[in-house]
């Protein structure tokens, strides 16, 4: 008989229940990242640049959208979708874009909720600025969203996460290594999200060149301290002491990451299309010369990325993103807006702040006191686990009819709760302004960007204004010119004509 441990027991049931997961693919146009996507999930959810609405399964929901030149009223998603010769000399800007599918593993019945998320237009602009943006704007949302909610002194049980998990960044394929823009949106996205670095179209090399690629890859990855995902391992087999004998499983993770990380960055070559090949469809990519599976690792390693993506690192790279980067942002956060000074220990903060609580009267909404909220929050948890505990002895003591211990907890209980009641009300009141706050940070940032927009099409309608003064100054002297060259050869104007004038 097979006895699982009750954290493996948790582990299956929240697998059968579903898992959340969110991925985000970042490229530039054309380089295979909504044919993956396709084809990673065997459904069509993303559509194809120009590809006209209704080809998905569902249309993706556009979660935030810039656009550079901002006097156009386009976007770069309705561009995408829809080609107008007449706006093909525009810059796109950047959308982002949500697509939810749910997976089914018919084997253990597991779910996955996966939550794709797409930035049209990334890399396109000129000035590729705003995108680098919007896309971290969009992460670092996704983190406030969770921390407002832990925040929260009553918690929304049917709350969703979505920060994301993964970011599957296709590099260009020049062949010659990262370029500049790769290295700076890298090291900027990698404080949010987990970069996982991809070759797509891999079937544009030669097995030569592709080896090349990804060796100048690796050498940029190094030379410029480029944060991306790491597959870990031990090479030092003497660094493990011999009692601490690894499992067979524990071995095979190992092994399996010592692999994974050899042969990174992933290349991959994706296909939508069916070929039937010896009576058998398969996924892949025909050629005049013959065609490939894209399945087959000899080529691509779309297989083993859709295994680490979707089963054997999904959980590692969940808990690296609460645990590492999400906790990072969260203590910085705190701490910015707290000014806080380190030495000072939690209890000795929520002292300073409860010494004044008979005065306090509570603020305008302020992130300013979301650190001190954090641990007084903590703190409530832990008074409340106390009350708890001393329930549970007044229960106990009063099914055992011991009357001395039952009257110790509730003149325990009575005086902890004049104190505590005193504290849960102000504590909740402020606990309900870290959500708040950090909403209005997102609407100020909001109206923020709304004046600076406002001001630049002024400035351009202004000179537009000008420009069109400017020309019907030209066109009235013109007018005149040709009256006076009329009246010289004894031409008569026509009335309308004479009477403008
Ligand atoms: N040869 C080859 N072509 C591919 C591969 N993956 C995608 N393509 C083709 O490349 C073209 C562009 O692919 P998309 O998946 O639409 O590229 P994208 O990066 O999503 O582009 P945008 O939608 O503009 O952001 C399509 O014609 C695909 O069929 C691949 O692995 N090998």
Not at 223 to 246: G, L, R, S
Not at 249 to 270: D, G, H, R
Not at 418 to 442: C, F, G, H, M, W
Request: with cysteine.
């Amino acid at each position: 008989m097979n006895f699982l441990s009750s954290s493996a027991l948790r582990r299956k049931k929240d697998t059968r229940r579903g898992v959340k997961f969110t991925i985000m693919v970042v490229g530039q146009s054309g380089i295979g990242k909504s044919t993956f996507v396709n084809t990673l999930l065997d459904t069509k959810i993303v559509p194809h640049k120009y590809e006209p609405i209704g080809t998905t399964i569902d249309e993706p929901k556009i979660a935030s959208f810039s656009t550079i030149d901002d006097s156009s009223t386009i976007n770069a998603a309705v561009f995408q979708r829809d080609f107008n010769p007449a706006l093909a000399d525009q810059e796109p800007g950047i959308a982002i874009t949500e697509s939810e599918v749910e997976i089914l593993n018919k084997g253990d019945y597991s779910r996955i909720f996966l939550n794709v998320i797409n930035t049209p237009g990334f890399g396109d602009n000129i000035d590729n600025e705003v995108c680098f943006e919007e896309i971290i704007n969009y992460l670092k949302q996704q983190f406030d969203i969770v921390l407002a909610e832990e925040t929260k002194f009553k918690r929304n049980p049917k709350f969703k996460d979505t920060r994301v998990h993964a970011c599957l960044y296709f590099i260009t394929p020049t062949g010659h290594g990262l370029r500049e823009l790769d290295v700076e949106i890298i090291k900027k996205l990698s404080k949010y999200v987990n970069i996982i670095p991809v070759i797509g179209r891999a079937d544009s090399f030669t097995k030569e060149e592709l080896a090349d690629f990804k060796r100048n890859i690796l050498y940029d990855i190094e030379k410029f301290n480029v944060p991306v995902f790491q597959f870990t391992y031990d090479d030092d087999e003497e660094a493990i002491p011999e009692e601490d004998e690894m499992s067979d499983e524990e071995e095979n993770i190992l092994s399996e990451n010592k692999y994974l990380q050899s042969i990174q960055p992933f290349a991959i070559i994706s296909s939508e299309d069916e070929i039937e090949i010896d009576g058998k469809s398969i996924k892949g990519r025909q050629y005049p010369w013959g065609f490939i599976d894209i399945h087959n690792p000899e080529y691509s390693d779309f297989k083993l990325l859709k295994n680490v993506l979707l089963s054997t690192h999904l959980q590692d790279l969940k808990d690296l993103t609460h645990d590492y980067l999400y906790e990072n942002y969260r203590t910085e956060k705190l701490r910015a807006v707290n000014g806080i000074n380190d030495e000072t220990t939690p209890e000795t903060k929520k002292k300073e702040f409860l010494g004044s609580r008979d005065s306090y009267i509570p603020e305008p909404p302020s992130l300013s006191n979301l650190n001190a909220l954090a641990n007084i929050k903590d703190s409530m948890i832990l008074e409340e686990q106390n009350e708890k505990d001393f329930a549970n002895i007044l229960d106990s003591a009063q099914l055992n009819s011991q009357p001395s211990i039952s009257s110790f907890a509730q003149e325990t209980i009575s005086s902890q709760k004049s104190i505590d009641s005193k504290n849960r009300s102000q504590l909740r009141l402020l606990s309900e302004t870290v959500p708040y706050a950090l909403k209005q940070e997102q609407i100020q940032q909001r109206k923020q960007k709304l004046a600076e927009l406002e001001a630049k099409s002024a400035k351009e309608m202004k000179l537009k204004e000008e420009a069109l003064e400017k020309k019907a100054l030209e066109l009235k002297l013109r007018e005149q010119e040709l009256l006076a060259k009329m009246s010289e050869l004894g031409i008569s104007g026509n009335a309308s004509f004479a009477s403008d004038n």
